[in-house]
T-cell receptor
């Protein structure tokens, strides 16, 4: 079975400071993992995905995530937060049946 | 290349009415997925379809909900006799293959409100 756990439901950072959104996964096989972002009243946009190639994955808008098998983690980071980064972020694992399992989400607030 | 399109974007129904949600996948995509997002929650998988076939409907409620993806036209998610608990955002995604690494691209969602 596959699942993801997002450890923080809310994260607040000041503009210009680093962002860390935490995600741990559980999978019975080598997983494919994704981060999606959802802006208010909008659909979901893919930030990045890990598919067993390089463990450090670079995404759009300056985000990146590192797959750490020993820690079963796939945390999302960004060196410097921008006001436009304020949104809901979902860590996602894909099942063998090709269905996506979403975490409960982390709401990122950026303080000016 | 247009993305995944969903309509309507907002739908209001009274209890007992039917709701029909449409999803047009990206051009060249033949795999469609429906997800539901209840308020303050993440998305939950409902159903996975290919053209004229339901591949996995393990996330669909047993009653009142059905989905189709005909040979021609959009995929339809149909909810009969809606109840207040059906109020949610319904998202459709599409992919070009069924491979485990293939990206699912999401539409903007349909927000269903049941009065």
């Amino acid at each position: 079975a596959q699942s993801v756990t997002q450890l923080d439901s809310h994260v607040s950072v000041s503009e210009g400071t680093p962002v860390l959104l935490r995600c741990n996964y559980s999978s019975s096989y080598s997983p494919s993992l994704f981060w999606y972002v959802q802006h208010p009243n909008k659909g979901l946009q893919l930030l990045l995905k890990y598919t067993s190639a390089a463990t450090l994955v670079k995404g759009i808008n300056g985000f990146e995530a590192e797959f750490k098998k020993s820690e079963t983690s796939f945390h999302l980071t960004k060196p410097s937060a921008h006001m436009s980064d304020a949104a809901e972020y979902f860590c996602v694992v894909i099942s063998q049946a090709n269905n996506l399992f979403f975490g409960t989400g982390t709401r990122l607030t950026v303080i000016p | 290349n247009a993305g995944v399109m969903q309509n309507p974007r907002h739908l209001v129904r009274r209890r007992g009415q039917e709701a029909r949600l449409r999803c047009s996948p990206m051009k060249g995509h033949s795999h469609v997925y429906w997800y539901r997002q209840l308020p303050e929650e993440g998305l939950k998988f409902m159903v996975y379809l290919q053209k004229e076939n339901i591949i996995d409907e393990s996330g669909m409620p047993k009653e009142r909900f059905s989905a189709e993806f005909p040979k021609e036209g959009p995929s339809i998610l149909r909810i009969q006799q809606v109840v207040r608990g059906d109020s949610a955002a319904y998202f459709c995604a599409s992919s070009s293959t069924s491979g485990g690494t293939d990206t699912q691209y999401f539409g903007p969602g349909t927000r269903l409100t049941v009065l």
